[in-house]
């Protein structure tokens, strides 16, 4: 089938007889590898090389060696945990473009330059729990942040309870004026209407005319106080037109999507203490950094895997080989897998992002602004702001001045660290004001599309297309797992389950082989 349809036709055909997976199957649940699978087979446990020493990579050898498998991973950088990367003080990273910088965060200040934030329902938190990581919550939604829309007029920024108070109100009368007016009729019974209306008074504080005039959730003047104060509300709202037109509504909704929904968390300490986690588990003896691959050998009996690490050139021989990879990159390895396993690597789009942390003498965000945690959105294009969900009330503090993608991280990433500083501080004035730039301390610009050995912050699967279905089967002796390889891209869960799958495919093939 294969040969005369090719691969869309070889797996479709696979998934139609129950071999491939399919779109509709559910995968079944997780069991780790265990020792005891090879007392009740017979069968000996494999040597497997691990390519890449990032999350994916690291939690292959991890799981894998529950149950005795000889693993050794090959990370071409000098640390493990690939995008899981926190930067602190002494921090040294050189980038594609001889760029050097050196972190001078003081002690207990870091960036976590890659992710920073875990969904509760992710198998990411699951690791955390076996593998010792304390997690904090992380602040991911605060309705005392901000909004702020230059290009739709906005010369000061809005706090988020204010510009919900505002969308909401104003969409609750509409809605409720439509249903009194006969317009939802045909939807609606008299008692649902009624209902209706009885929701759309209090979801959008309207009063008895079904109109919205604000009131105290738009936030306050001055705060309620002592005795009789009652505190002064904030003036307005403004008319229902310039709410519309200053499209602060379209930042809500990040709030609803499944992956970014309250309560998030992250580890105590940094989101690197995942992988260091991972690494004194698999044992750091079984991990070669500096290592980068040059070549990929499959026999057919085993895999033989060319690297360099540092003037010495060595070939590491094993049984099986799981490339972690960024796929763009591992398209570039020479291999002997064949040209549709080349470009099925090469076909994920990449995507730029880039990070700056902003260490301040105070913590003048929790002190003057009254932010404690949480995100201010932008239309600007460092697009977005994150104070820190960690250290509250220190002495000092980092903000996270633009958190980027695209082609607003590529035009950063195209500046030199002062430059990507200089034009966030000028971007983040306009928000917090001067002490926005006076009080900065340090700071640490990462651009991940210029960053060696990863050259993109995440990548875009075709999951229809017959190259992606490719990757998720073995070439010969080669797997292939990454968050790219998942529905949850640029998620560590994604990097996650992907390892998983590849160590249940191995697993069952060793314990199937006579």
Not at 347 to 361: H, M, N, P, R, S
Not at 384 to 408: C, D, E, K, M, Q
Not at 455 to 474: D, V
Not at 483 to 499: K, M, P, Y
């Amino acid at each position: 089938m294969g040969l005369s349809g090719g691969a869309g036709a070889m797996f479709a055909t696979m998934g139609a007889l129950g071999l491939a997976p399919t779109a509709a199957a559910a995968a079944p649940a997780y069991r780790a590898p265990s020792p005891g699978d090879f007392h009740l087979t017979g069968r000996g446990r494999a040597s497997v090389v691990v390519l890449g020493g990032g999350v994916a990579g690291l939690a292959t050898a991890y799981e894998l060696g529950k149950a005795g498998y000889d693993c050794t991973v090959l990370e071409a950088r000098d640390i493990v945990g690939g995008r899981n990367f926190t930067v602190r003080g002494g921090t040294t990273e050189t980038d594609l473009d001889g760029r050097t910088q050196r972190a001078r965060f003081g002690e207990g200040v870091y960036l976590n330059a890659g992710p920073g934030r875990l969904a509760q329902w992710m198998v990411t938190l699951d690791y955390c729990r076996e593998l010792g990581v304390p997690i904090e919550v992380f602040t991911n939604a605060n309705a005392d942040a901000l909004i702020y829309n230059e290009a739709a007029g906005m010369t000061a920024p809005v706090r988020f309870r204010t510009a919900k108070a505002d969308v909401f109100g104003y969409v609750s009368e509409l809605l409720a004026k439509a249903t009194n007016q006969g317009a939802l009729d045909a939807a609606l019974t008299t008692a649902d209407k009624e209902r209706l209306i009885t929701f759309l008074r209090s979801y959008g504080s309207l009063g008895s005319t079904l109109a919205y005039t604000g009131g105290s959730r738009r936030g306050f003047a001055s705060y309620p106080g002592a005795g009789n104060d009652e505190g002064t509300p904030l003036a307005g709202p403004a008319a229902l037109s310039d709410v519309f037109a200053s499209n602060v509504g379209r930042y809500f909704s990040f709030e609803l999507g499944y992956d970014q929904a309250m309560l998030m968390f992250q580890p105590v300490g940094g989101m690197d203490q995942i992988p260091k986690a991972l690494a004194k588990a698999v044992g750091h003896h079984r991990i070669k950094t500096g290592a980068e691959v040059t070549d990929v050998t499959d026999s057919g009996s085993q895999v033989a895997v060319t690297y360099r690490q540092g003037k010495a050139t060595r070939v590491l021989r094993a049984d099986f080989c799981v490339a972690t990879l960024p796929p763009h990159l591992m398209a570039r390895v020479p291999h002997n897998l064949g040209t549709a396993v080349t470009a099925a690597l090469a076909e994920f789009g990449v995507t730029a992002a880039g990070k700056i942390g902003l260490e301040y003498k105070r913590r003048w965000w929790e002190e003057d602004d009254r932010i404690y945690g949480g995100i201010t959105e932008t239309d600007l294009d460092l697009q977005h702001i994150w104070y820190p969900s960690y250290g509250f009330h220190g002495r000092r503090g980092l903000v996270v001045g633009y958190y980027n993608t695209g082609a607003s991280a590529r035009t950063y990433s195209a500046l030199p660290h002062a430059e990507r500083e200089a034009r966030a501080l000028a971007q983040g004035v306009k928000i917090h004001g001067e002490k926005y730039r006076s009080e900065l301390l340090s700071s640490w610009s990462q651009a991940w599309d210029r960053t060696k050995y990863l050259e993109g912050a995440w990548t875009s699967p075709r999951y229809t297309s017959a190259g992606y279905q490719l990757l998720l089967q073995p070439s010969g002796r080669v797997y292939f797992a990454g968050d790219w390889l998942s529905h949850e891209v640029a998620w560590q869960h994604g990097a996650f389950v992907s390892a998983r799958s590849a160590v249940t495919a191995i697993h069952q093939r060793v314990l199937a082989t006579p």
